[in-house]
């Protein structure tokens, strides 16, 4: 093989490799962007500010931490309820080393929303998921104009989210049955249901107040039709 043609070559396998590096390094930095380094971690200030998890704790930009947690065998988790006029919350959940592991956006407490982002141990961003795509034609803004339409909430001001105890007022579920769509909606009422009283009971203290210990109105809605499939209203 002559100089020129080993010349040539050399020309070829440098240019494949600058290729290749320039491929690597912009992949690299969309995923640093992406992952808005730096990453996000448990905050143990807020943690002592929330009387470690016993009491809520409104932060700075509005929002209130109603739930907190950490251990060091299993890893933290965070509630966040979103400012008013949202009716919104975040669940965070994070590695034993402090760094996020999931953000989900709850609608009622039991329904994830939006995107769910899910992150390596090392606070890489590996998943997106896409909520929204399970529900049908009902979404979750419908859902909050119907409670509004009964009466027991206000889109504009954020009024009727909580009642007298702190507690959220509404729940949703959504769930596929049988192939359908299904919203369920059940509106707390601020008085104890007696069926449950007994859990404040044998140790179990901390769980009685919690949404399933109180009295509810029930929905249940066709996602795909949006028609009123179940309506119950139990007296206190």
């Given amino acids: 093989m002559n100089t020129q043609v080993k010349y040539y070559i050399f020309l070829i396998l440098l240019s494949s490799t ?11 930095e969309e995923i640093a962007l992406k ?7 448990f905050n143990f200030e807020e943690f002592a500010n929330t009387n470690y998890g016993k009491q809520p704790y409104k932060k700075e930009n509005g929002e209130t931490i109603t739930q907190m947690g950490f251990d060091y065998v299993f890893g933290g988790y965070v509630w966040e309820d979103l400012p008013a006029p949202s009716f919104f919350s975040l669940y965070k959940l994070y590695y034993t080393n402090g760094n996020i592991r999931a953000v989900h956006t709850v609608l009622g407490q039991k329904t994830w929303i939006g995107t769910s982002l899910y992150y390596k141990k090392n606070g890489e961003l590996y998943k997106e998921v896409n909520e929204e795509e399970k529900f049908g034609s009902v979404k979750p803004l419908d859902i909050l104009k119907f409670i509004q339409e009964k009466g027991y909430i206000n889109l504009d001001s954020g009024e009727g989210r909580y009642l007298n105890t702190g507690n959220q007022r509404i729940e949703v579920t959504f769930e596929t049955k049988e192939e359908k769509k299904i919203w369920t909606i059940k509106i707390l009422k601020g008085k104890e249901n007696i069926e449950t009283q007994n859990r404040k009971t044998l140790g179990k203290a901390l769980f009685s107040n919690s949404a399933s210990d109180w009295l509810y109105h029930k929905y249940e809605i066709d996602g795909d039709t949006g028609d009123l499939l179940f309506s119950s209203d139990r007296s206190l």
């Fill in 18 to 28: 600058l290729i290749c590096c320039k491929t690597i390094s912009t992949k690299n």
């Fill in 35 to 41: 992952n808005n380094f730096p990453v996000e971690k």
